[in-house]
């Protein structure tokens, strides 16, 4: 009989490329489940708590921690060992208070950076889409497939696609919007300046596919050339977040 419904393993030679997984000492790794982020985008919770944070030897002892309810993201409990979680999102072990945020790495993936309990009350999101919804609303579809109806006071044209918002988790109130503009702080989060930070120096909008591009310069003075839809905004000035690289909050 056919098989049905997901499979929950992927052989290890075709994962992303980024997983920091022993291709040949085993023949199949965690596959995420549907959820916030794409495959190729994230990693699984399995894999953050055995390849990166080395909390577990196997997937018995992973899924002993999980059960344990001490694993939170974005300040909720997940027990699924193949939840994905991405950029931006927020990583809490209660009992250890330890607390990480997954930022862009160079060379592609994702890196965890400690953070401190004041800024795991929040994280950035990039608006990716707006719609009208019944009633009049402005609805926002962010990165993380959030949906975020425009808080009130605010007006439309304010918000726009690509720009960056802070919300508070895990209760996702709007706290402030920081646009994709000349001068603001961003990251690269694809393509081959993957990882790269600095201030946007230049924003060249063009019509067609990957046509308008974006200018950077990092910390060394270096300049880069990137896809305007492969740059995350992460500050007016400096980072809003803790990058472990340079980028310092406000």
């Known amino acids: 009989m056919a098989r049905r419904g997901q499979k929950k393993h992927l052989k290890r030679l075709p994962a992303p490329r980024h997983w920091p997984i022993k291709r040949k000492e085993a023949k199949f790794t965690t596959r995420p489940i549907p959820g916030p982020h794409p495959k190729d985008h994230s990693l699984t919770l399995a894999i953050v708590l055995r390849e990166i944070l080395g909390y577990a030897d196997n997937m018995r002892e992973v899924k002993a921690i999980l059960n344990t309810g001490q694993i939170l993201v974005d300040g909720r409990t997940r027990k699924d060992p193949r939840y994905p979680i991405g950029m931006m999102d927020v990583l809490e072990i209660q009992g250890s208070e330890e607390k990480f945020r997954l930022v862009p790495k160079k060379r592609g993936g994702l890196r965890l950076v400690s953070i401190e309990a004041k800024e795991a009350g929040y994280k ?127």
């Open 124 to 250: 950035l999101c990039r608006v990716e889409k707006k719609m009208m919804v019944p009633g009049g609303q402005l609805q926002m579809t962010l990165h993380d497939g959030r949906n975020l109806l425009l808080p009130q006071g605010n007006k439309p044209e304010d918000f726009k696609t690509l720009d960056t918002i802070q919300v508070s988790i895990p209760d996702q109130k709007y706290m402030k919007t920081i646009a994709m503009e000349k001068g603001a702080y961003a990251v690269v989060s694809q393509g081959k300046n993957v990882g790269i930070e600095g201030k946007i120096l230049e924003i060249e909008k063009r019509f067609g596919t990957h046509a308008s591009t974006v200018m950077i310069e990092d910390a060394e003075g270096n300049q880069f050339q990137t896809a305007l839809e492969y740059v995350f905004v992460l500050g007016k000035k400096t980072s809003e977040v803790s990058l472990g690289s340079g980028g310092t909050p406000e």
